[in-house]
C-alpha cells in the first residue's frame, strides 16, 4: 500500500488492548528544497533531509523517485539540467555537487564546497555556490577539474540564476538583499534589499526577477532595473525556492508543500504540507507535544478516545528566526517555555519558543539525537558520532559513557541516577550507572526511540518497523505495534547526514 513517500508492506498491526491512531497525515515528500523544470515536463524536487530527488507530473501529482534513499546523492538540497538532459545536484550536508546522467549514472563533479547549496546553467557553464558565512560563487569544471572562484566572502548565497542580461543573480540572505554578478568579472552589484530574508531568484517570461522570502513567507516579483517590487502571493514563512514550467510557477516550502500561483495570488496545491523527518518528539506536562523536523519546531496537541479530534501541527519555531539554535534533531522540556535540543551540528541549546531565545549549552560534538532531563536539571544527551553519552550542565560537560555502538536515544531511569541508552549499532538497550553500561535488552535490529513508563521501558526500531514494550521487573517482551511506516523501505539502507556546517 502507498505510505506517503515509500510503499509499505502492509496496513500497520497492534497487539490486543492497543489502538493505533494516526495523529497527522502522512507526508508525500522529505521536505522540498530545490525545485527544477526538467527537460520532460516534470516538476524535480531535491529533498535534503531524506537524501532523495524526486520527479512530479503536475497534472496528475504521480511521484517517481530518480534518485532514492540510500543512493550515490546525498542531501541533495538544489539541482539543475544542462542541455544533455544531465542532472547536478548540490549535496548541503556532503559538501560537494554530482551528475547525475539520464540512465542514472552519478559521479562527483566537485568535492570541496562547504554547504554546497544554489546551482543553474547557462551557455555550457555550470555556477554553484556556497550557502555559508563568507561563501564563494564558483564555476565548475564539468569534467571535475579545478573549479574557478567568481566571488568570494559573500553573506550565504542561495538559489540563483543568469537573467536576460547575462549577469548572475542571487539572493544575500545575511544582507537580505538579492545582488547581481558579472560573470565576466568584477564587483557585485545590489539589486534589492530591505527584503523578508531572500532564498531563491528566478526569472518569468518579461525579464523580471521571482524571489522567494523564507521568513516572511512571500513570493516577490522585483524589476531588476529599479527594484520596485509587488507581492505576487503569501504563502507563509518558511518558502525554499521556485520554478518555471513554461508560464506556470511552482514554489517550494522547505516542510514539503508545492503550490502552483495562480493569477490573482491564488494557490493550487500540488503537494500538501507535511514534515521532514519528523526526528524527536515530548511531552509536557500538560500533554502538548513537541516535534523537532530539523528546520522546525511543532507543537502538536492530541486527543485520544474512540473517535479523536483532528490534531494541528502548529509551528513554534523555525530556522531564520530569532534565537532558532539549528537544525532540530532532539528535544526535551524542561519547564514551561523552556525547551533543551539537539542539533545536527553539534549543538545543545536552550530554546524558549515563546519568547524566541536561545542559548548554546554546549558546542562541537559529534553526531548528536535524543535529549533526555536529568533529575538536577542537566541534559543528557546521545552523541552518536563518539560513542558517549553526555550529561551538558552550567557549561560543563561530563561524560557519562563511552565505547558505545551508535547511541541514539535516552531516558532517565527513575531512581535518576542512571540512565538507558538505545545503541542502534548494537541492536541493544542498555542501562548506564556509575560510568558503565549493563544490557537490558538485546536481539534487536536498529534500537532508537525510547521511552520509560509505569516500569516498562518502550523502544521504537525502524528496522524491524516495530514499537517493542519491556517489562524491567518480569523481563516480559512483547512487540505491541508491527509493520509500521517508519524508517526506510524495505532492502535500503540510508546514508547518515552530517551537518551543514555552520
Request: hydrophobic fraction near 40%.
Amino acid at each position: 500500500m502507498e505510505s506517503g513517500r515509500y510503499r509499505a508492506a502492509g496496513p500497520p498491526r497492534v497487539a490486543e488492548g492497543w489502538t493505533l491512531t494516526r495523529l497527522t497525515p502522512p507526508s508525500r515528500l522529505f521536505g522540498a528544497n530545490g525545485v527544477r523544470a526538467g527537460p520532460d515536463g516534470r516538476l524535480y524536487v531535491a529533498q535534503a533531509m531524506g537524501s532523495q530527488i524526486s520527479a512530479i507530473d503536475i497534472a496528475t501529482g504521480a511521484i517517481d523517485t530518480v534518485s532514492p534513499i540510500g543512493g550515490d546523492i546525498v542531501g541533495p538540497d538544489d539541482l539543475v539540467f544542462d542541455g544533455q538532459g544531465n542532472l547536478y545536484a548540490t549535496e548541503i550536508t556532503e559538501g560537494r555537487v554530482s551528475m547525475l546522467t539520464p540512465s542514472g549514472q552519478a559521479r562527483v563533479v566537485c568535492g570541496d564546497m562547504p554547504c554546497a547549496n544554489p546551482i543553474t546553467f547557462h551557455q555550457g557553464r555550470l555556477l554553484a555556490g556556497e550557502c555559508r558565512h563568507g561563501g564563494r560563487i564558483l564555476e565548475l569544471d564539468r569534467s571535475g577539474g579545478r573549479p574557478r572562484v567568481l566571488l568570494e566572502n559573500v553573506p550565504m548565497p542561495n538559489a540563483m540564476e543568469v537573467g536576460p542580461d547575462g549577469k548572475l543573480y542571487f539572493p544575500v540572505m545575511e544582507a537580505n538583499e538579492i545582488w547581481r554578478l558579472d560573470l565576466r568579472g568584477g564587483q557585485p552589484e545590489t539589486v534589492a534589499t530591505g527584503l523578508g530574508v531572500p532564498d531563491s531568484v528566478k526569472f518569468d517570461a518579461q525579464g523580471y526577477i521571482v524571489s522567494t522570502q523564507v521568513a516572511s513567507g512571500q513570493v516577490l516579483r522585483i524589476d531588476p532595473r529599479t527594484g520596485e517590487r509587488s507581492v505576487l502571493a503569501d504563502i507563509g514563512p518558511g518558502l525554499d525556492n521556485s520554478t518555471f514550467i513554461g508560464t506556470r510557477l511552482f514554489v517550494s516550502s522547505i516542510s514539503g508543500r508545492i503550490d502552483e500561483i495562480l493569477p490573482g495570488g491564488q494557490l493550487r496545491s500540488l503537494m500538501p504540507d507535511g514534515m521532514r523527518g519528523p526526528l524527536g518528539i515530548a511531552a509536557g506536562a500538560d500533554g502538548l507535544l513537541y516535534v523537532a523536523d530539523g528546520t522546525h519546531l511543532y507543537t502538536l496537541r492530541a486527543s485520544v478516545g474512540p473517535e479523536p479530534a483532528p490534531a494541528r501541527l502548529r509551528t513554534a519555531g523555525m530556522i531564520f528566526t530569532p534565537g532558532w539554535p539549528g537544525f532540530a534533531r532532539g528535544v526535551a522540556v524542561a519547564g514551561p517555555d523552556d525547551l533543551i535540543m539537539t542539533t545536527s551540528n553539534g549543538a545543545v541549546a536552550r530554546y524558549r519558543p515563546g519568547r524566541r531565545e536561545g542559548e548554546p549549552l554546549a558546542e562541537g560534538l559529534d553526531q548528536l539525537y535524543g535529549v533526555a532531563m536529568g533529575p538536577r536539571g542537566d541534559a543528557i544527551v546521545a552523541e552518536l558520532g563518539g560513542g558517549r553519552v553526555l550529561a551538558i550542565r552550567s557549561g560543563a560537560i561530563d561524560v557519562l559513557a563511552t565505547g558505545l555502538d551508535r547511541p541514539t536515544a535516552v531516558a532517565v531511569a527513575a531512581d535518576g541516577e542512571s540512565c538507558f541508552v538505545s545503541e542502534s549499532g548494537a541492536g541493544r538497550v542498555v542501562k548506564v550507572r556509575a560510568g558503565r553500561a549493563q544490557t537490558v535488552l538485546d536481539g534487536l535490529r536498529m534500537p532508537q526511540g525510547i521511552a520509560l513508563h509505569a516500569g516498562r521501558l518502550y523502544v521504537v526500531d525502524p528496522a524491524d518497523k516495530e514499537l517493542i514494550e519491556y517489562d524491567l521487573a518480569s523481563g516480559i517482551r512483547k512487540t505491541i505495534a508491527h509493520d509500521l511506516p517508519i524508517g526506510a523501505p524495505a532492502g535500503v539502507t540510508p546514508k547518515a547526514l552530517r551537518g551543514a556546517g555552520g
